[in-house]
């Protein structure tokens, strides 16, 4: 197995003596969902970005972002993040031998994503404020200090993950064309990879992109000034890649949609009871959105879980089953077992 880079050097801005940052990032799993393709009425497809080094996506763009700063000669590289994105910071950078920094908003990031970013020795900073906050004094920062910023504003960001969207039309195969795309939107970035590595794929699926409905600016075509939403990953207000994201969108005669916490939170829950697929919330947007809204003349779907459910483990646990406490005993076990 190799890298993203080294998989598709071809398609990259990269030459062949430039330094690869990589944990092997990328060739990620597609599998058939059968339960969801049942209940949606159309073959659906969920491509686990879970399966990635950090856990999510980020890994995809981060590749690419570490191995230019490198590259450039940066001895640290900084962002502002939900959590996802920190993670991966971190590792690449650890990685790499450089210095990494992340923003993240104060009290607002999952406990599996904050334990990865401080665990991989980046320096992390609660920020009293949200992500878009952050996002704009990093960017700030960034004019004021040699430091490179690898947030999905960085152009390499999108460079690696635009190769997900090569996987699955080499996945898939000719015989098997993909209708849509489903897929949530937070920041933007990754519609807008998707869409630019479809594009350069020569194909052309409906891009369908799902917001939480406390964080949907781009549904409403308004920022939205304080997000909420359980899905943290898309927990943003002011997208970075707004005006890209709403281009692919129509040009893919695609639409973005919002979809409710509850119906999040439902299709999380069904992914992992129903089709042994844990993901963290904000990835079951997709989903969500496909059950709520549909794919109008699609025959087949994919539908991108963007991380893992362990990112998450405070809201896996407030969603479950509890756990039943039992007597060292076998009739004692045996009630336990067989209810």
């Given at each position: 197995?190799?890298g993203?880079?080294?998989?598709?050097?071809?398609r990259l801005p990269f030459a062949?003596?430039?330094?690869?940052?990589?944990?092997q990032e990328?060739?990620t799993?597609?599998?058939?969902?059968?339960r969801?393709s049942?209940?949606?009425?159309?073959?659906?497809w969920?491509?686990?970005?879970?399966?990635?080094?950090t856990g999510?996506?980020k890994?995809r763009g981060?590749?690419c972002?570490?191995?230019d700063?490198?590259r450039?000669?940066?001895e640290?590289?900084?962002?502002a993040?939900t959590?996802?994105?920190?993670?991966s910071?971190?590792?690449?950078?650890?990685?790499?031998?450089?210095?990494?920094?992340?923003?993240?908003?104060?009290?607002?990031?999952?406990?599996?994503?904050?334990?990865?970013?401080?665990?991989?020795?980046?320096?992390v900073?609660?920020l009293r404020g949200?992500?878009?906050?952050?996002?704009?004094l990093?960017r700030?920062?960034t004019?004021?200090?040699?430091?490179a910023l690898?947030n999905?504003v960085n152009?390499?960001?999108?460079?690696?993950q635009?190769?997900?969207a090569?996987e699955?039309?080499e996945?898939?195969?000719?015989?098997?064309?993909l209708?849509?795309?489903?897929?949530p939107?937070?920041?933007?970035?990754?519609?807008?990879?998707?869409?630019?590595?479809?594009?350069e794929?020569?194909e052309?699926?409906r891009?369908?992109?799902?917001q939480?409905a406390?964080?949907?600016?781009?549904?409403?075509?308004a920022?939205v000034?304080k997000?909420?939403?359980?899905?943290?990953?898309?927990?943003?207000?002011?997208?970075?890649?707004w005006?890209?994201?709403?281009?692919a969108?129509?040009?893919?005669r695609?639409?973005?949609?919002a979809?409710?916490d509850e119906?999040i939170?439902a299709?999380?829950?069904?992914?992992?009871?129903?089709?042994g697929v844990?993901?963290?919330?904000?990835?079951?947007?997709?989903?969500a959105?496909?059950?709520?809204?549909?794919a109008?003349g699609?025959?087949?779907?994919?539908?991108?879980?963007?991380?893992h459910g362990?990112?998450?483990p405070?809201?896996?646990?407030?969603?479950?089953?509890?756990?039943?406490?039992?007597?060292?005993?076998?009739?004692a076990?045996e009630?336990?077992?067989l209810?």
């Amino acid at each position: 197995m190799t890298g993203l880079i080294e998989r598709y050097r071809d398609r990259l801005p990269f030459a062949a003596d430039d330094p690869v940052i990589s944990l092997q990032e990328g060739s990620t799993p597609l599998v058939l969902a059968p339960r969801i393709s049942e209940q949606a009425g159309v073959e659906v497809w969920l491509k686990l970005e879970g399966t990635n080094p950090t856990g999510s996506f980020k890994d995809r763009g981060m590749t690419c972002a570490v191995s230019d700063a490198v590259r450039s000669g940066a001895e640290m590289v900084i962002c502002a993040s939900t959590g996802n994105t920190a993670a991966s910071l971190a590792a690449y950078a650890a990685r790499a031998g450089i210095g990494g920094a992340v923003i993240v908003p104060e009290g607002k990031i999952a406990a599996g994503k904050l334990a990865q970013a401080l665990m991989h020795g980046a320096r992390v900073v609660a920020l009293r404020g949200n992500f878009d906050e952050a996002l704009k004094l990093v960017r700030e920062l960034t004019q004021r200090h040699p430091i490179a910023l690898v947030n999905s504003v960085n152009p390499f960001r999108l460079e690696g993950q635009k190769t997900a969207a090569f996987e699955l039309l080499e996945e898939l195969g000719p015989e098997r064309p993909l209708d849509a795309l489903c897929i949530p939107v937070g920041n933007a970035g990754n519609i807008t990879a998707y869409w630019k590595g479809f594009r350069e794929g020569g194909e052309a699926p409906r891009m369908l992109g799902f917001q939480a409905a406390g964080a949907a600016p781009l549904v409403h075509g308004a920022p939205v000034e304080k997000p909420e939403t359980v899905a943290s990953a898309i927990r943003i207000g002011n997208p970075a890649r707004w005006e890209e994201a709403m281009s692919a969108v129509t040009d893919s005669r695609g639409a973005i949609e919002a979809v409710t916490d509850e119906e999040i939170l439902a299709a999380y829950r069904l992914l992992a009871s129903s089709e042994g697929v844990f993901c963290e919330p904000a990835s079951a947007a997709s989903v969500a959105g496909l059950l709520k809204h549909g794919a109008e003349g699609a025959a087949r779907v994919v539908c991108v879980l963007t991380g893992h459910g362990l990112k998450d483990p405070q809201t896996a646990l407030e969603q479950s089953g509890s756990v039943v406490p039992c007597e060292p005993a076998l009739a004692a076990v045996e009630r336990a077992v067989l209810g």
